[in-house]
């Protein structure tokens, strides 16, 4: 069980935490294996996150779990998933899924990996393999998500502003500024607001070190989230 309380809880941990809660009180799924190490002759090649097997029908599926957050930028030339980037542009979802395709998955019939399958008693021809990929996306102020593709949605839950921006933001509300360890924890457990004017240092200090902090606002009993980037 993760302990989300510790410092050193990482993102991923978190979200494998959770998947792991969310399968564990399923009826339809149980974990057959998770993070299978598959290893080469002198080092290991890759990782299979999960296994499952669906109890009603006996079938099991490999899936590979990621966590992600996703800013829309409609500069960015190419397809869509190209455009959504990592709050400091150090990646983009099309590329986490060319990863996916071209490593992740191949990665289930290589010999190493049909020896472990083996040892579970499974063959690679009856593993199914699918992505769950749990993304909260932030766009521009300036767009609605109603410019997008209907299986966006869901999943935008804030927007993205430029420092200019910020600093007309409404400064009789409270901020916090959680670090990365914190983006899933629920805001209602925060109880250490900021005032605006406390605010406006720790975000200019972390623009300058090119690092895009995300902010939440509360005003009243309301909660809104973004992010405020350098780029």
Request: overall charge neutral; proline content about 4%.
């Amino acid at each position: 069980m993760i302990d989300f309380s510790l410092p050193d809880t990482m993102l991923g941990k978190q979200a494998e935490g959770l998947f792991e809660m969310a399968i564990h009180a399923s009826e339809s799924f149980e974990i057959k294996a998770a993070n299978l190490q598959v290893q080469g002759i002198s080092e290991t090649i890759g990782e299979l996150d999960y296994i499952l097997k669906h109890k009603a029908t006996n079938r099991f599926i490999h899936v590979e779990l990621a966590c992600k957050f996703y800013l829309f930028d409609k500069n960015i030339e190419g397809e869509t998933t190209a455009k959504w980037v990592g709050p400091n542009r150090k990646d983009t979802l099309a590329d986490k899924l060319h990863k996916l395709r071209k490593k992740q998955f191949p990665l289930l019939q290589t010999s190493e990996t049909k020896e472990i399958l083996r040892e579970l008693e499974l063959t690679a021809s009856e593993v199914q393999q699918q992505v769950c990929i749990k993304a909260q996306l932030f766009i521009p102020k300036h767009i609605s998500k109603n410019d997008l593709p209907a299986n966006y949605h869901n999943c935008i839950v804030g927007q993205w502003i430029r420092y200019p921006d910020f600093l007309s933001e409404d400064t009789k509300a409270t901020y916090y500024i959680p670090s990365k360890r914190e983006w899933l924890l629920p805001v209602e457990e925060i109880t250490e607001w900021h005032s605006f004017v406390n605010t406006t240092s720790p975000v200019l200090e972390l623009l300058n070190k090119k690092r895009s902090p995300l902010v939440y606002k509360k005003t009243g009993t309301s909660i809104e989230r973004f992010f405020v980037v350098w780029w």
